[in-house]
């Protein structure tokens, strides 16, 4: 990818989690990117393509760490990174994440193409296999309750009021599964 191409969608990315899909124009993004919006067009076809290869670069971050998860045979260290995934994503690539998160229960685009590639499912399994090891009573339920918690710590967590709450609930979690180090 060129590197105005690399621009456009730093400022694609930033613009869509300020104003949204539908308030953001290209013109408002060529502005932003210091580039033509002719150039915009040239490289992703109309705003639908060009929020498709901001998707799938965040697919690629997002899924990196999930792939980490994935390949764990540790039990409680597979249960404790599950839990610190918001942490991970808020600090490692917010926009991204908060893309990710926010458009996917918002935009049916966006939550189509995350569903592409998910490796959710796979995640939610493996944590289901790790409750199954540590011998927790109903691990169905458990990694059940760990996706929805992580979720909604996951919406969560962009609100400065809400943050210490947020990392407070995942230590707590991790010492309820007794997987804190």
Not at 86 to 114: A, C, G, H, Q
Request: glycine residues 4%; neutral net charge.
């Amino acid at each position: 990818m060129t590197e105005k191409a690399e621009q456009i969608l730093v400022s694609a990315l930033e613009l869509f989690v300020a104003n949204g899909f539908d308030g953001t124009s290209t013109i408002q993004i060529a502005k932003k990117a210091n580039v033509s919006e002719a150039l915009i067009f040239r490289h992703f076809n109309n705003k639908a393509g060009l929020l498709e290869a901001i998707v799938k670069k965040g697919q690629e971050l997002f899924i990196k760490p999930i792939k980490e998860i994935l390949e764990d045979q540790n039990p409680e260290s597979i249960i404790s990174k599950t839990l610190e995934l918001p942490l991970v994503y808020f600090n490692d690539k917010s926009n991204y994440w908060r893309l990710l998160i926010e458009f996917k229960s918002k935009d049916k685009t966006v939550s189509e193409l995350m569903h592409r590639e998910s490796k959710i499912e796979q995640l939610k399994g493996h944590v289901q296999k790790a409750f199954e090891q540590i011998k927790v009573s109903n691990p169905i339920n458990e990694s059940h309750m760990v996706y929805i918690l992580i979720y909604g710590i996951s919406m969560l967590i962009y609100d400065p009021e809400h943050y210490e709450l947020c990392k407070s609930t995942i230590e707590y979690l991790k010492k309820k599964y007794r997987t804190a180090v």
